[in-house]
């Protein structure tokens, strides 16, 4: 934990030091942060400002890959760490890592951060006010399932606040999770649903709903093994079916 200091230094150094010399500082943070005592020293060397800095201009992808995964283990490892990144300005930085696509396993550390950080409403509101949303959809339409998994339960998180629902309509989300609701598994699905049953407490989100092919994956979820799942698409087809010109089309979902 003694080595964070000059770890951190490397980092910061800004073009000063070898780029090789930054990513194996890099990477040596990243075994740090994996124990609880390496975040501590991390922290009280004022890493998360160096951290941060380091996702928005990274020497290099393999060290853009270790400073989100080091961002990933800080934001999971308590509420302290937590706002000491959200201080720094680790939303916007980490938007940025999501939103440039310079590495597929960066972007899927950065999005774990992420996640971690839309837990607290400060994080999730910076998500949104700094543009998360766009960036976040655009790359649910080309990932696997895991990624997915992970930016739907930030859709979720983000679909839960009122006032955030109208941005997720107006950057298409209803016909992304929608998609993912059709043809994603497990988690993925789940956290799609979860997403959608919020959107759709906004009754002006019905026929949008209804429009981006809605109606067949809810009846469908009826028959989950997940109890959870049938519980979230029963109340989804009630809620529907509150618009009269919903009724038509669930009947002949099924």
């Known amino acids: 934990a003694r080595g964070a ?10 073009g000063e030091a070898d ?8 990477a040596a ?8 005592q390496g975040k501590q020293a991390i922290a009280a060397s004022g890493g998360e400002a160096v951290l941060v800095a380091a996702l928005a201009s990274p020497t290099s992808a393999e060290a853009l890959v270790s400073v989100a995964g080091t961002v990933q283990y800080m934001a999971n490892g308590g509420d302290d760490f937590r706002d000491g990144l959200l201080n720094a300005g680790a939303v916007k930085a980490l938007v940025g890592v999501v939103s440039r696509n310079e590495s597929p396993v960066a972007q899927e550390n950065a999005l774990a951060a992420l996640r971690a950080l839309c837990a607290v409403d400060r994080g999730l509101r910076e998500a949104v006010e700094n543009g998360g949303v766009a960036p976040l959809l655009g790359l649910l339409a080309d990932s696997g399932n895991n990624i997915a998994a992970k930016i739907a339960a930030i859709l979720w998180k983000i679909a839960e606040v009122e006032e ?5 309509v107006r950057q298409n989300g209803i016909e992304g999770l929608i998609r993912l609701l059709a043809h994603g598994k497990g988690e993925a699905a789940e956290n799609a649903l979860g997403a959608v049953c919020n959107l759709a407490l906004n009754a002006a989100c019905h026929t949008k ?5 809605g109606a067949l994956p809810f009846v469908k979820l009826l028959g989950s093994v997940n109890p959870d799942t049938q519980v979230k698409s029963a109340a989804m087809i009630w809620n529907l079916a ?4 919903n009724r038509g089309p669930l009947v002949e979902a099924g």
């Open 29 to 36: 943070l990243l075994g740090l942060a994996a124990s609880p």
């Open 5 to 14: 200091p000059p770890l951190l230094k490397l980092l910061a150094a800004d």
């Open 242 to 245: 509150t618009t009269p010109a």
């Open 164 to 168: 955030f629902r109208e941005e997720l």
């Open 209 to 213: 709903i209804m429009k981006a092919g």
């Open 19 to 26: 780029n090789t010399a930054c990513t194996n500082a890099a």
